[in-house]
């Protein structure tokens, strides 16, 4: 069983920048890829980031790459999502997730409660 606490989220105007944390429970961790996925309102959740075990593997959603950087520390048990040049459709709930797999939600088996990304002027 893994638990999954986010935090970071809050109000940044549009080209600023944000640091999502993820800290999971657990004596595992560094055997899940851990992924960030965001849901708008009425909108499906969708992928954003995903990072490998060793953090040798990483994957974006286009929509993010270049924006976006996903890390981890496995000796503290939290991965990272650094965000710059932040958009006004960056604004969604984000979640983080592990799992085995990368880009799909079915790949998770473990979700965070969410944090609240809000872009605005």
């Known amino acids: 069983q893994v638990q999954l606490v986010e935090s970071g989220g809050g109000l940044v105007q549009p080209g600023g920048s944000l640091r999502l944390s993820c800290a999971a429970s657990?004596?595992?961790?560094?055997?899940?890829?851990m992924g960030w996925f965001r849901q708008a309102p009425g909108k499906e959740r969708e992928f954003v980031a995903a990072i490998s075990g060793s953090s040798d593997n990483t994957l974006y959603s286009r929509s993010v790459k270049g924006r976006f950087t996903i890390s981890r520390d496995n000796a503290k048990n939290t991965v990272y999502l650094q965000m710059n040049s932040l958009k006004p459709e960056d604004t969604a709930v984000y979640y983080c997730?592990?799992?085995?797999?990368?880009?799909?939600?079915?790949?998770?088996?473990?979700w965070g409660q969410g944090t609240q990304v809000t872009v605005s002027s």
């Open positions: 657990g004596r595992t961790f560094s055997r899940y890829v």
């Open positions: 997730a592990a799992g085995g797999g990368f880009n799909l939600p079915s790949d998770y088996d473990y």
